[in-house]
């Protein structure tokens, strides 16, 4: 007979919500900004748009520039508000983190504050992507450092939500995490083709085609770990629905990612939305993975806090008994 250890939080802020699950919100707010503004960088670079402000923080000098302003000069504008305007909401998330330490969890604020520190050093990173005229080693870190705060933002948001496994998990935490790093350094590879334009110079003239080559072969690991990952959950009695659902999830995500590849190739890489699609299906396949490895690490470290009640044996209770 086991005991299942109940976590019960007595701190609540003036609107009836726990620190906790107040700053699980805005964390899962910030990581759907963080998805949008991702979206709207590969938008900005599809669109030849990334240097149509020529100077960086303001665009022609302005904050605004409503002389200059088409559609090319609004997407790398916007992108830098949304980006700005995401900075500013990292302070306040990390000054709530600190003001309410001893009713959250200790590591919180620490992994809060190095979480700003990605996003201070994504902005540097966009200021280098203008100043260094997009030179295509900076622009795929910008991108990787995105990735990374995107999932920084998801895995925070996840270990604050309530949670009660079922402590059947297995292998599965590795197996996730293993499949979401394979999708990170994949997104990464992707991120080069798309900085150094070697899709476009291969089709055009077998320029960089290594480069895109290198990219197709890389889609088979993660690809066989999401797929293995899908199998051992589908295998998995009493796995917990959200498990499921996330494992689901990401099958479905990795052939729409595959179909939207294929159809992008074909294409010659003619149709924005399918560019731009093609980059946020990665994303949220490595978000979906990402959730799911911070999960199934909830589920197995509950299952082996879980304390067996210690029963006395028979012999010895009945010499216990009063005579």
Known sequence: MTEIPQSISTHHTSGGISPSRLMSRLFFVMAALTFFLMALGSATRVMNAGLSCPDWPLCYGELIPKEQMNMQVFL????????????????????????????????????????????????????????????????????????????????????????????????????????????????????????????HQCLAGAHLCRVMYNHFVGVVPPSLAVLALVILAWRTPALHPRLRFLGQLALGLLGLQIIVGISTLRLHLQVVALTVSHQAIGASLLG????????????????????????????????????
């Open 288 to 323: 979906t993975l990402v959730l799911f490895s911070v999960i199934a690490i909830r589920d197995r470290h509950q299952a082996e806090s879980i304390q067996p009640i210690q029963t006395v044996p028979a012999g010895m209770a009945s010499s216990l008994e009063p005579s």
């Open 76 to 199: 790398e504008w916007f992108h830098r508000l949304v980006a700005s305007s995401l900075g500013l909401f990292m302070f306040l998330l990390t000054g709530l983190a600190w003001g309410w330490r001893s009713k959250l969890p200790k590591w919180l604020p620490t992994a809060t504050t190095i979480s700003l520190g990605l996003i201070v050093f994504q902005g540097i990173l966009g200021g280098l992507t203008v100043t260094q005229l997009l030179r295509f080693d900076i622009v795929t870190a910008h991108l990787a450092t995105g990735l990374l705060f995107f999932s920084s933002m998801l895995v925070l948001g996840s270990s604050l939500m309530p949670y009660q496994g079922t402590g059947v998990v297995a292998r599965l935490p590795w197996l996730s995490a293993g499949a979401a790093t394979l999708v990170y350094f994949q997104s990464i590879l992707g991120g080069l083709v798309a900085s150094q334009w070697a899709a």
